[in-house]
């Protein structure tokens, strides 16, 4: 199972690649990994760096799939992010955590995307 579900999250993340290169937004870095953990796409729209959590789901019974993004979730990418910025020196750019979510259905033919920008805030 956990290999299924790998392979739903990458295909997932690539169709959210795909999804918001289509929308201009300039791919900086996929599946960023330091021992902090991971970013699944980190993005540049217009003066704004995108930290974007992609969520794939195939059912909705337990909920949708950004309701998988707790507050845990939530501070290891706001610890992420600034490790991020920190290491590319960014510090010029604003910068949001948006998530997106990829609802299949059972034959992987009509992917339904969700977009949101700023999904989270940092306070």
Same mark, same amino acid.
């Given at each position: 199972m956990k290999c299924f579900n790998k392979s739903i999250g990458s295909y997932g993340e690539d169709l959210a690649e795909n999804y918001l290169r289509n929308l201009g937004y300039i791919i900086l870095d996929k599946n960023f990994r330091c021992n902090l953990?991971?970013?699944d796409l980190v993005c540049k729209y217009k003066d704004i760096i995108c930290f974007i959590e992609v969520k794939s789901r195939f059912s909705n019974n337990f909920g949708y799939p950004c309701e998988s993004i707790g507050i845990a979730k939530q501070n290891q990418l706001i610890r992420l992010s600034k490790y991020y910025i920190t290491k590319f020196n960014l510090r010029n750019f604003n910068c949001r955590f948006d998530a997106l979510e990829v609802s299949f259905d059972m034959n992987y033919s009509t992917p339904i995307i969700? &977009?949101?920008?700023?999904? &989270?805030?940092?306070y």
């Open positions: 953990g991971e970013i969700n &977009f949101i920008q700023d999904a &989270f805030r940092l």
